[in-house]
């Protein structure tokens, strides 16, 4: 047979005007042509089979654990060291790399003083607990 393909579905049709979709062409019961495969046999042969997983149940955060003095003390404390920390760090890069000296010495003295306080109050905390528990 000579032709293209188009040629050759065109002439298997009854109107030789009609054009035939190639994709359409061919009958289902066509050996030439294999069905496709649905796009769930896809997804299926993607990977290796998911196993079962029980998910956990979250805990219940209703009943609180920690007294309310407590866990207040310890969100004052956890400010005043990242107060303490920033203080300590910028202070001296405000002497070496601006020449600061006033206001990084002041920075610094800040940063000491509230390392200072935050340790004794730490401390004191600790101690009451101690005593009272």
Do not use: C
């Not at 890069?93 to 000491?112: C, E, H, P, Y």
């Amino acid at each position: 047979m000579t032709g293209s393909d188009d040629e050759r579905r065109q002439a298997e049709t009854d109107d030789p005007n009609e054009f035939v979709d190639p994709g359409t062409a061919a009958e289902p019961d066509d050996p030439g042509k294999a069905a496709e495969p649905d796009e769930a046999d896809f997804v299926k042969d993607l990977g290796p089979d998911v196993p079962e997983v029980e998910i956990p149940e979250a805990p219940d955060l209703t009943q609180n654990d920690v007294p309310d003095d407590l866990a207040r003390s310890f969100w004052k404390l956890v400010m005043v060291f990242n107060l303490a920390l920033f203080a300590l760090s910028l202070g001296p890069m405000l002497i070496i790399f601006r020449g600061q000296w006033t206001n990084g010495l002041s920075v610094f003295a800040l940063g000491l003083g509230a390392f200072v306080y935050g340790y004794a109050r730490y401390k004191r905390v600790t101690n009451d607990d101690d005593h009272n528990g």
